[in-house]
T-cell receptor
Framework: DAGVIQSPRHEVTEMGQEVTLRCKPI?????LFWYRQTMMRGLELLIY????????DSGMPEDRFSAKMPNASFSTLKIQPSEPRDSAVYFC??????????????FGQGTRLTVV | AQSVSQHNHHVILSEAASLELGCNYS??????LFWYVQYPGQHLQLLLK??????LVKGIKGFEAEFIKSKFSFNLRKPSVQWSDTAEYFC???????????FGTGTRLQVFP
């Protein structure tokens, strides 16, 4: 397996524009997590899915953020409209569920988003 | 609410020095515990994990961690660091009841030759 695949690797956009980040989890994994990494706040969990269903989106900062998982092999994180403070590295991770929580998470390479 | 604290934000060591990075979590139930490493410009990779059994866990590259349930701690150790260990280290907790995987804020380790 190629691992968790994220695209694009880098995104530069102007304030107010819509941004869509994409993630392909490892085949067979039933958990998918979206994280945001910044210097100030570290690695924040934004939302996670189990079997394509959003379980907890309490980490999504504002209504400008939305995430979907239409099928087991694809997820998107959308920001609209984007703002400069959204600049960060966004990581997607997937894991295989087991009795008692999920097993180790495998991370993608991340998308570095810059909003100017 | 589930949370993870890493006390050391930035650690600077010389090669061959011993390392201990602190991690405490707040959650009363059963948890799985992880340490991840992020080398400069790269994504997070698993160093080691604890699910059950022996509370002393050995991971890759000579790292180990000890789960002390009474202290809600999972500290990372390495007897002798190398320059190549320069990276950011994240402690993470997965609570059985919620499946959330929460990370600490990370500890940046710099090792000088």
């Amino acid at each position: 397996d190629a691992g968790v695949i994220q695209s694009p690797r880098h995104e530069v956009t102007e304030m107010g524009q819509e941004v869509t980040l994409r993630c392909k989890p490892i085949s067979g994994h039933d958990y998918l997590f979206w994280y945001r990494q910044t210097m100030m706040r570290g690695l924040e969990l934004l939302i996670y899915f189990n079997n394509n269903v959003p379980i907890d989106d309490s980490g999504m900062p504002e209504d400008r953020f939305s995430a979907k998982m239409p099928n087991a092999s694809f997820s998107t994180l959308k920001i609209q409209p984007s703002e400069p403070r959204d600049s960060a590295v966004y990581f997607c991770a997937s894991s295989l569920g087991q009795t008692g929580g999920s097993s180790e998470a495998f991370f993608g390479q991340g998308t570095r988003l810059t909003v100017v | 609410a589930q949370s993870v604290s890493q006390h050391n934000h930035h650690v600077i060591l010389s090669e061959a020095a011993s390392l201990e990075l602190g991690c405490n979590y707040s959650y009363g139930g059963t948890v799985n515990l992880f340490w991840y490493v992020q080398y400069p410009g790269q994504h997070l990779q698993l160093l080691l994990k604890y699910f059950s059994g022996d509370p002393l866990v050995k991971g890759i590259k000579g790292f180990e961690a000890e789960f002390i349930k009474s202290k809600f701690s999972f500290n990372l150790r390495k007897p002798s660091v190398q320059w190549s260990d320069t990276a950011e280290y994240f402690c993470a907790v997965n609570a059985w009841s919620t499946d959330k995987l929460i990370f600490g804020t990370g500890t940046r380790l710099q090792v000088f030759p």
